[in-house]
């Protein structure tokens, strides 16, 4: 039984996210065959794919970082789109004040969001690896504080960010026929990949979220890289927020990245990763990212009232997790066996009996 | 036999009870603290009966979500279901159709079908309860605005009879300045409050349920190992959860008198924060039901403060986050200063008697 459960599960691993991708696309090719098509306007591309792509930024960032720190905190950082919020309002400050914008005060300012971003984590971090608090709480702390420090840093209601290379940072670099957010994004992706590939990163991580005490025994301190996870996590939140005020050319620090925290929960979950730690797939996470900005798209393009867009939300999640459950597939996986075995395996049975 | 009796003593404080301490001790501290530098309005009955008027529903919608983190789940829905069962109701006795018995059920039947939702997923699918109870967060909104999006008065008589209705305690109150006592008063909802903190308090103390819900939190595979069933608990926590908040929703509308979208909104994380403040972990197993309401009142007597002390409002939520840290960081301080006499590397506390 338990074998059984495991191989189930191997195999789930990306089974899940890109199978609920395939039937999304579906219901909306049903709906118009036209949803691939793309049309360049004003030299870039636009059509149901990019504004998915261009959409999800944010978010996909966000569940990167999102799935580190599930797997080695067994907990999930809530304040994510509250550090967002600051780490931006910083930027913002930043290119306000220094008069003539350049790329290379864009760039400054930038670096110094992410050093936000990373003492935000810091901050979180040492709740959690060193106080031992559970991560939900520990950042329920700036969860709850954290919009009043953004608009703080801000002095007033949502400073404007006018100048030229904030609005192509945001839509379109001309020359280049895809939207810069989406350069960004897969930019990220490749550096958290190669991050991933070279270094002893993920095992560290899987090995801390498995169980921290075998993981003390040899040798990795996971205080350490619980720890530094959070530092990721704080640098995520920095760009997505980075990206997110280019985007909206404004910095609205009650509404910025508002309440994305779970939508980058349930990527994690939508990608096949558990929740309580362990393993992990940033693959799926970043496909999950996708998945939730297609659902919400399909819903828009379906033309279902806004008010109970959540319900059909809610209702999707709640099938694709029991369709998900380790309980429902094994028990299909029986139903399956009785159906498929009686003609092959009694023989067998009665040669060994 | 002295030495038993020693050993016996030691056993019996557990982290529970050292969390619930510390929380009461932080609660009296902070009550002193608000009579000493605001003694105008804090040294009034009124302020203390006050807390509990006003906030009644979210005393209610801790007590479930206690239950349910000392089973070691969470519930993040119990906001929006709160939120859900105020607007359920007004609409059901604005129509003119259903009198304040038949809103009282109808808020109780939603409380329980969320409940039995989140519980049977999450108890017998075995699903990651933070996932269904955001999906249940997210249809009870989503109800919510399909219902009804404009705020909605109730005005049938009744109902507000029972809305103003006020119990009189004639032995304690103010007497203002021109000679006139003014007895306190306190809202029915209280009593709701009371009576549920004292059901629940004995529930989880003696019951075999609630001792059951301590060991399935603590750990899931010892408490299957001496024969609990672990499901049917899990189940049961969740039930009772969605069954409070939708008491909390009823007593929400009774202390307001309408419903809004914005009702019920960021009760869960509030909620979260006053169980944390009264010393029941996430990780469950850990904690004393009546630290919720302690929390609670906690929670409620610093933004008091906050508000008495007349900062500007985006400094209350930092303030209010400060405070939260520092008790965050001081419980988990003397945890681990409990432990640190037997183990080097914190671990969860069901591991630390071994």
Redesign the interface.
Same mark, same amino acid.
């Given at each position: 039984m338990p074998r059984l459960k495991t191989q189930v599960n191997r195999s789930s691993h990306l089974f899940l996210p890109l199978s609920v991708l395939a039937i999304l696309i579906i219901i909306n090719l049903i709906k118009g065959a036209d949803y691939f098509k793309i049309t360049i306007v004003n030299g870039a591309f636009y059509g149901n794919i990019p504004n998915i792509l261009f959409g999800a930024s944010e978010l996909v960032i966000l569940s990167i970082g999102m799935t580190l720190v599930t797997a080695a905190s067994r907990?999930?950082d809530i304040s994510i789109g509250e550090s967002g919020a600051i780490s931006s309002a910083i930027f913002v400050q930043y290119v306000l004040r220094s008069g003539n914008v350049t790329l290379g005060t864009i760039l400054v300012g930038f670096l110094i969001s992410c050093v936000a971003g990373m003492i935000i984590g810091a901050f979180n971090g040492t709740?959690v690896s060193f106080?031992?608090?559970?991560p939900?709480?520990?950042t329920?702390?700036?969860?709850?504080?954290?919009?009043?420090?953004a608009?703080?840093i801000d002095g007033k209601v949502s400073p404007i960010l006018a100048n030229e290379i904030s609005n192509r940072i945001g839509t379109v670099i001309p020359g280049v026929p895809i939207h810069t957010p989406i350069i960004l994004t897969a930019v990220f992706i490749a550096v958290v990949a190669v991050v991933l590939k070279t270094t002893n990163l993920r095992l560290y991580v899987e090995a801390v979220g498995i169980n921290?005490?075998a993981a003390?025994l040899n040798g990795i301190n996971p205080k350490k890289v619980i720890f530094l996870t959070f530092l990721i996590m704080g640098i995520c939140a920095a760009v997505a927020g980075f990206i997110a005020v280019n985007k909206a050319g404004r910095h609205d620090s009650v509404n910025l990245l508002k309440f994305i925290m779970?939508d980058a929960?349930?990527a994690v979950?939508l990608g096949g990763n558990?929740?309580?730690g362990g393993k992990f797939s940033i693959t799926g996470s970043v496909i999950g990212a996708y998945t939730i900005e297609v659902l919400n798209r399909t819903l828009l393009r379906l033309e279902v009232?806004p008010?109970?867009?959540?319900?059909?939300?809610?209702?999707f999640? *709640?099938v694709l997790?029991?369709i998900?459950?380790?309980?429902?597939r094994v028990f299909a996986k029986r139903v399956l066996d009785k159906v498929k075995r009686p003609s092959r395996t009694t023989p067998y049975a009665r040669q060994v009996d | 036999m002295r030495s038993l009796s020693r050993t016996e003593r030691k056993t019996r404080l557990s982290n529970s009870n050292l969390l619930f301490m510390i929380a009461g001790i932080i609660f009296i501290l902070m009550y002193g603290f608000a009579l000493i530098s605001y003694p105008g309005s804090f040294m009034q009955f009124q302020t203390f009966f006050d807390l509990f008027n006003y906030n009644a529903a979210l005393f209610i919608v801790t007590l479930g979500l206690c239950v349910v983190m000392i089973g070691g789940g969470?519930d993040i829905s119990v906001g929006a279901v709160c939120g859900l069962v105020t607007m359920a109701c007004a609409m059901l006795l604005q129509s003119g159709t259903g009198s304040v018995f038949e809103a009282l059920l109808l808020a109780l039947g939603i409380g329980l079908a969320f409940g039995i939702?989140h519980g049977f997923?999450i108890a017998?699918?075995? *699903?990651?309860p933070?996932? *269904?109870t955001?999906?249940?967060?997210?249809?009870a909104?989503?109800?919510l605005?399909?219902l009804h999006?404009e705020p909605l008065n109730v005005t049938m008589r009744e109902f507000v009879a029972l809305r103003n209705y006020t119990i009189e305690i004639p032995w304690l109150g103010t007497v203002n300045r021109l000679g006139v006592f003014i007895p306190c008063e306190i809202k029915p909802g209280v009593i709701v409050v009371v009576v549920l903190v004292i059901l629940y308090a004995i529930l989880m103390k003696w019951s075999r349920f609630g001792r059951n819900v301590y060991a399935v939190g603590g750990n899931r595979q010892s408490a299957r190992m001496l024969g609990i069933n672990v499901k049917r608990t899990i189940f049961l926590s969740y039930v009772l959860c969605g069954l409070t908040a939708g008491i909390s929703g009823f007593v929400f509308l009774m202390t307001t008198g309408a419903g809004n979208i914005g009702n019920g909104s960021l009760f869960e994380?509030k909620a979260?924060?006053s169980n944390?403040m009264g010393g029941i972990?996430?990780?469950g197993g850990v904690g004393n039901l009546l630290g919720a309401p302690i929390g609670t009142m906690t929670l409620l007597t610093i933004n008091e403060l906050i508000r008495a002390a007349g900062v500007q409002s985006?400094?209350?939520?930092?303030v209010?986050?400060?405070l939260?840290?520092l008790f965050?960081?001081l419980q988990?301080?003397v945890?681990?200063l409990r432990g640190s006499g037997k183990f080097s590397?914190?671990?969860p506390p069901w591991l630390k008697r071994t």
């Open positions: 907990g999930q709740l106080f031992n608090v559970q939900m709480v520990a329920l702390i700036l969860f709850l504080g954290g919009r009043s420090i608009f703080i921290p005490n003390r779970m929960i349930l979950a558990s929740l309580a009232n008010e109970a867009i959540k319900v059909f939300k809610a209702v999640i *709640i997790m029991i998900a459950a380790p309980e429902v | 969470i939702m997923l017998y699918l075995d *699903i990651q933070f996932i *269904i955001l999906a249940g967060m997210f249809l909104q989503g109800l605005t399909t999006k994380m979260i924060a944390v972990l996430l990780n985006n400094l209350q939520a930092i209010s986050g400060l939260l840290y965050i960081v988990s301080i945890i681990s590397f914190a671990l």
